[in-house]
């Protein structure tokens, strides 16, 4: 396919025009094993892209072993048979490319993915990296390994939730809006006790469990030769046996709203100024609306959004007003709506302003509203798309098209659905969702402790 070009203001093209430019094109296949493997071509720039989702995410574990999902991702960089620790940034760095925007890995609730960006000529270290450590990873595990990465992760859990300002909203939010024994009740990071609990055996059966060719999809991307790279990946990937079909997931069906109006006063001794976070239960990204609920959201979002044009610019009670959703597949999804306050605010009246302002916003939700948010979203996915792998890019859209909806091409519905969103849609979305007796608020409120002091987390005590 062609570069994209992006010569016009996004607003200002036509959606039919928008729709042919993000074509992208694909050619797939399944090897014996399970393997789903999909091909892009683009030679504009002598680069190429591998990246492997397997469809496992915080979603996929059992109870009393939260954050697995999570800590096997940081397992999967110590090291496989024929790569030893601390190689697979190596041997990828000398070869151009870069850690963090090429070389990555990262865990959701839905999903664990990698991936790699090189330059073209070096496709081939970048299919076995990935094929050696889904074919031999469990043969090198050790104890010493485990407990490694078990620290790092409860380190990451101390730095970005228990002593970070507002740090454990989110598993917070996901308690009250999923019930317990629901997929989502719990955050990606898991709990302190249950990563302490986890044993080798246990990394080892997750291992055998979910990462198989036959849970995996892999996408070539970029400068390549499509006959060249499927021979690469069949010399490096089908010899790997399939395992049996992981464990069915959890009934994860929920009613339409949460049936009570829920909050929750908690008393942070990191927050500067008191915050505010309200969650509602929406539809999933499966759901036939899921692009309502999407531009519902970015309709009450940034700085051009009326909730921060109210409580920010005009009434001068927060510093921020931000809306977003999660994104979630499985039985329901999270519109959540974030206002932070000034120094010295008083938390009551930051959650009556907010949700005073919400209720005015949903009475007079506009065309301009959905508009704006529509070339926003337009623009947001095709700028994505302009970059052949990492983050958002078309390897990534192409593989979560297939993980989350066994359709590649998904890809290239999106534009189309977005514009088959019409203002009704949206009111409607909000007059049955964002309702009190679907409401979850978190009031957050500063709390600092004496001077002299000493401060505990939970993975202190």
Do not use: C
């Not at 200002?12 to 025009?17: F, R």
């Not at 993000?22 to 071509?41: C, D």
């Not at 100024?273 to 899921?290: E, S």
């Amino acid at each position: 396919m062609k570069r994209l070009v992006l010569a016009l203001p996004l607003a200002a093209l036509l959606p039919a025009a928008l729709a042919a430019q993000t074509a992208i094109s694909y050619t797939e296949e399944t090897l014996p094993n399970g393997l789903k493997v999909i091909y892009h071509v683009d030679h504009s720039t002598p680069v190429a892209a591998v990246d492997i989702w397997y469809n496992v995410g915080s979603k996929n574990e059992a109870p009393g072993r939260t954050g697995f999902a999570h800590l096997f991702e940081h397992m999967m960089f110590k090291g496989s048979r024929n790569v030893a620790d601390g190689q697979h940034f190596a041997l990828l760095e000398g070869a151009g490319a870069r850690a963090g925007a090429d070389i990555n890995g990262t865990t959701a609730w839905d999903r664990t993915n990698y991936f790699e960006q090189l330059p073209s000529n070096q496709l081939e270290l970048a299919l076995w990296l990935e094929a050696d450590r889904m074919g031999t990873l469990a043969d090198v595990l050790t104890q010493e390994k485990l407990d490694n990465q078990r620290e790092v992760v409860k380190n990451e859990r101390r730095q970005s939730y228990d002593n970070q300002p507002y740090g454990t909203w989110t598993e917070k939010m996901e308690g009250l809006v999923f019930p317990e024994g629901h997929p989502y009740h719990h955050d990606v990071i898991g709990s302190m006790e249950d990563l302490s609990a986890a044993s080798l055996e246990d990394v080892r059966n997750f291992f055998r469990t979910y990462y198989a060719p036959n849970n995996a999809v892999l996408v070539v991307a970029g400068d390549i030769d499509v006959t060249q790279a499927k021979a690469l990946v069949r010399k490096h990937f089908a010899a790997i046996p399939r395992h049996d079909p992981p464990p069915a997931l959890r009934d994860a069906t929920l009613p339409a709203v949460v049936g009570r109006e829920q909050r929750e006063v908690v008393q942070d001794a990191n927050a500067p100024v008191p915050a505010v976070f309200i969650g509602f239960r929406v539809p999933p990204q499966r759901a036939a609306n899921a692009a309502a609920v999407d531009l519902l959201s970015s309709m009450l979002s940034g700085r051009s959004g009326p909730l921060y044009e109210s409580l920010v610019r005009r009434q001068g009670v927060a510093t921020n007003a931000a809306v977003f959703n999660f994104d979630l597949l499985e039985g329901a999804d999270i519109l959540v709506v974030n206002a932070n306050g000034k120094p010295g605010a008083n938390a009551d009246s930051l959650e009556a302003a907010v949700k005073r302002e919400l209720d005015n916003v949903m009475a007079g939700l506009t065309q301009e509203n959905l508009d704006r948010a529509r070339a926003q979203a337009r623009y947001q996915l095709v700028n994505g798309l302009q970059r052949t792998g990492g983050f958002g890019g078309r390897a990534d859209m192409l593989a979560e098209g297939w993980t989350y909806f066994r359709d590649p091409n998904y890809v290239n519905t999106r534009v189309a659905a977005l514009d088959r969103v019409t203002l009704a849609d949206v009111r409607a979305i909000a007059r049955e969702r964002l309702v009190p007796s679907n409401r979850v608020t978190l009031v957050y409120v500063p709390n600092r402790a004496p001077a002299g002091a000493q401060p505990q987390t939970p993975g202190s005590r």
